[in-house]
Each structure stands twice: as structure tokens, then as C-alpha cells.
């Protein structure tokens, strides 16, 4: 979605998008629902407040054993976007008036809401993501998944060709 600095008015406009198109396609696994709730309201000329949430629902695998997992994914923001330039006293201003804003300067007035979300859901997207905590993962030596099985390495000492020396060595 993107909004024109002209369709924003003094009075807040709420918008809430559940579409997920704007989801980057990366190591960040499949989104499987979001919802964005937006607050947007003009702070002066050439400033806008973007307040939102971002909620949703990941599917990926276990960085650890493999396993199909959801995840979830939450972000709260608020981005101040403006057309002024950087340096100008006056923004620095505003910008200690809310000290969690992210302030975007733009050389168009138009907000592509998309970047905004893009951006949020990386930031929010752990670089690991296990299925648990504790997650025991794969044994690098039989590829036994050890959250459900035991590791089969341990030599099992009927049918290990060690058994027969062990035979030997106990005479
Ligand atoms: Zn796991
Ligand atoms: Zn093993």
C-alpha cells in the first residue's frame, strides 16, 4: 500500500492491512497470516506519524533438527516520515518527543507502507529459530532426531565387530 502526504489529514486515519504480499521472500520461511493495524496522522506540513502493530504467523524449520514449526511474529512501531531535510533543527526537535521513532526522510511525499512492514518483519525475524528451547537436535553420527529418539552410536556390543575383541581381550 502507499499513501500520499495529501490523503493524510490532520484527524488520524486507521487503516488495517491482512494481506502479506509485502513479506520478504528470505531465509525468513513461509507467512502464513499477518495482520498490520496502522494509525496515521499528519505532524505537521511535511511530517507524518506512523503508529503500528504488526502480527503474524510464520512457517519455518528448526535451525537445529529439521522440524516443521510456526512461529510468531509481533512488532509494535512508530516511524516518523518526513520530507524535510535531515539536518533541520526543528525535526530534531520532534524526534526527542518520541524517543522509539524511526525517522524516514523521503525526497517524494509518498509512504510505501510496504517498505515499512518489510522492514519491521526483518528486524522482528530471529536469525535462529528453534522449535524449543532445549532442542536436542540431529546426531551428526546416526542423524537420529534426539528430541523423539535415542542415538543409535552407542556400539551395540553383540553385533559390533568390537564385541569379538572384547571377547579376546577379557581372556
Ligand atoms: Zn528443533
Ligand atoms: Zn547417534
Redesign the pocket.
Given at each position: 500500500m502507499r499513501l500520499l502526504f495529501e490523503e493524510i489529514t490532520g484527524k488520524t486515519q486507521r487503516y488495517t492491512i491482512s494481506d502479506t504480499h509485502w513479506f520478504p521472500v528470505l531465509d525468513a520461511g513461509l507467512l502464513l497470516a499477518a495482520t498490520a493495524e496502522l494509525s496515521i496522522s499528519r505532524y505537521d506540513r511535511e511530517t507524518i506519524s506512523v503508529k503500528g502493530q504488526l502480527e503474524g504467523k510464520r512457517e519455518t524449520v528448526?535451525?537445529?533438527?529439521?522440524?516443521h514449526?510456526e512461529a510468531e511474529l509481533h512488532s509494535e512501531f512508530v516511524y516518523q516520515v518526513t520530507t524535510k531535510e535531515e539536518d533541520e533543527l526543528e525535526l530534531r526537535e520532534m524526534e526527542c518527543s518520541d524517543e522509539d521513532a524511526i525517522t524516514l526522510y523521503l525526497r517524494e511525499p509518498v509512504i510505501e507502507i510496504d517498505d515499512i512492514l518489510r522492514e519491521q518483519a526483518l528486524l522482528v525475524v530471529p536469525l535462529r529459530t528453534?522449535?524449543?528451547e532445549d532442542?536436542?537436535?540431529i546426531c551428526a553420527g546416526c542423524g537420529a532426531s534426539l528430541?523423539k529418539e535415542t542415538c543409535r552410536c552407542t556400539p551395540d556390543t553383540s553385533s559390533s565387530p568390537f564385541a569379538v575383541l572384547g571377547k579376546i581381550s577379557k581372556r
Open positions: 528448526c535451525d537445529r533438527c529439521g522440524e514449526i528453534l522449535c524449543r532442542c536436542k537436535g528430541n
